[in-house]
C-alpha cells in the first residue's frame, strides 16, 4: 500500500546537498582532521558559529556577535537546556494556543503548566496575552518565560508582524519575563521578507533559537541559541554532553561558507510549489477541508476540518489507507482533541500530494458519515 507522508517536518529530500557535503567533507578531513580528535569549544565550532551570525545580519539588520552564540544538537536541544536552566516542576509558562509538538512534549516532561494563548492569522493575540498576564500576576503565578515561533509558526504557518511583535515584547519588558524567541523557520521564506526578530528587538530578555536542520536536514542535528552573557552562562552550565558533534559543524561549515544563500534559494523555490500544489489541492475539496492557513514561508499548513467530524476516527482511516499527518491534538498546548491537521509539504512528492490529499478528503466524508450514524 502506498505511503503518503504529510506528517514529517523533513525538508524536499531532493534538496540534500550530497555532493557538496560529500567535497566538504573531504576538504574537512584533509585539511582539519588533527582537529577533530579533540572535544569541541563549549560554545562550538566559531565557523559555523559566523554563518548562523550572518543569516541573521541578513535576516534582521542587526550584528549578533558570535561570543554570545553556542550551538547545540539541533535547536530542539537548545529549548531542553532552557528548561533546565530555568523552570522547575509546578511552574507557568507562556505559548501559542498550538505549537510545535516536540516542545509541548518536552515542557511537560519539565511539569510545568503551558498558559496557551489564542491566535488568529497573525500569531499569539495581543488582547489575549495581556488578559492572561494580568491573570496570572493576580494569582501570584508570573510565567517564567514566554515561547513563541513568531516567523512560519509551527503548526499554524502564521507569519507575525513587526507591530504585533513590538506589543508583545512590551507586556514581556512590562512584567520581567524573558522571551524564547525560536526562529528555527527564519529562512525558509517565499518571495517576503520576515519582520525583525524578538531578540533583534531586544538583545537583553530575549534568547534566540535556530537551526541549521531546517535548510538542509534534521540528521544533522545542528542548531544554536544566543543570549546575553549572563543568560548564555547560566542555560550552558546544564549543557554537560561534552560538546556538539564537531565534524558535523566542519562539514556543514565548509559547505554552507560558499553556497548558503545560493542553496537557501533553491529549497525555497522547491518548497513554494509544494505549498502550492498542497493549497490547491484543499481549496478543490472545501467540503472536506473547511479552511487553511496561508503560509508565508515554513513547512507547514494549519487546516481547518469540519466540527463534526471525529478526529480520532478520521486517524484511524487515514492511517488505513496509508495517508499520515499531524493530528491537531499533537499540537494543542492543552492537549485537546481539535478539528485541526497540520500537513507538513516539503517531504512529500508532487506525485503524492496530488493523490493523498483527495484521499484524505474521503476520508473526512468517511468520518462524518460514521459520526451522523453514530448518533
Excluded at 561558507?257 to 481549496?283: P, R, S
Aim: aromatic share 10%; glycine share 8%.
Amino acid at each position: 500500500m502506498p505511503v503518503y507522508n504529510f506528517a514529517v517536518g523533513n525538508p524536499d529530500p531532493g534538496s540534500f546537498p550530497s555532493e557538496g557535503l560529500s567535497r566538504a567533507t573531504q576538504a574537512v578531513l584533509a585539511r582539519d582532521g588533527e582537529k577533530l580528535v579533540v572535544y569541541p569549544d563549549q560554545r562550538g565550532h566559531a565557523p559555523l558559529r559566523e554563518i548562523g551570525a550572518a543569516r541573521f545580519v541578513k535576516n534582521n539588520g542587526v550584528e549578533m556577535p558570535i561570543e554570545n552564540m553556542a550551538l547545540t544538537t539541533g535547536s530542539m536541544q537548545a529549548i531542553s537546556l532552557c528548561c533546565q536552566a530555568f523552570l522547575n516542576p509546578g511552574d507557568t509558562i507562556i505559548t501559542e494556543e498550538f505549537t510545535y509538538s516536540g516542545s509541548i512534549n518536552c515542557f511537560r516532561k519539565y511539569g510545568v503548566t503551558m498558559a496557551g494563548i489564542p491566535v488568529d492569522g497573525e500569531g499569539m493575540r495581543v488582547d489575549a496575552l495581556e488578559e492572561t498576564l494580568k491573570d496570572l500576576s493576580r494569582k501570584g503565578t508570573l510565567p517564567k518565560f514566554l515561547y513563541t515561533i513568531a516567523t512560519n509558526q509551527n503548526p499554524t504557518g502564521t507569519m507575525m508582524p513587526a507591530s504585533r511583535r513590538e506589543k508583545v515584547l512590551a507586556l514581556t519588558q512590562s512584567y520581567g519575563i524573558p522571551v524564547l524567541d525560536d526562529d528555527c523557520y527564519a529562512d525558509l521564506l517565499f518571495g517576503v521578507d520576515a519582520p525583525t526578530s524578538f531578540y533583534a528587538l531586544d538583545p537583553e530578555s530575549v534568547i534566540y533559537i535556530g537551526s541549521f536542520s531546517k535548510i538542509l536536514g534534521p540528521g544533522l542535528r545542528l542548531g544554536f541559541f544566543a543570549a546575553k552573557e549572563e543568560t548564555l552562562q547560566k542555560v550552558l552550565y546544564w549543557k554537560i554532553d561534552g560538546g556538539t558533534n564537531n565534524l558535523a559543524a566542519f562539514i556543514a561549515a565548509e559547505y554552507l561558507k560558499g553556497a548558503l544563500w545560493e542553496h537557501i534559494e533553491d529549497i525555497n523555490a522547491i518548497v513554494k510549489g509544494k505549498l502550492d500544489a498542497v493549497t490547491q489541492q484543499l481549496d478543490a475539496h472545501t467540503n472536506a477541508f473547511v479552511s487553511h492557513s496561508n503560509p508565508q514561508g515554513g513547512l507547514f499548513i494549519w487546516v481547518k476540518l469540519p466540527d463534526d467530524v471525529d478526529p480520532n476516527r478520521l486517524l484511524e482511516l487515514a492511517n488505513d489507507r496509508g495517508v499520515r499527518y499531524g493530528t491537531g491534538k499533537a499540537f494543542d498546548s492543552q492537549g485537546r482533541d481539535l478539528t485541526y491537521l497540520r500537513l507538513a509539504y516539503a517531504w512529500a512528492s508532487h506525485d503524492d500530494i496530488v493523490k493523498g490529499i483527495p484521499l484524505l478528503a474521503e476520508c473526512v466524508a468517511d468520518a462524518r458519515t460514521l459520526a451522523l450514524e453514530a448518533r
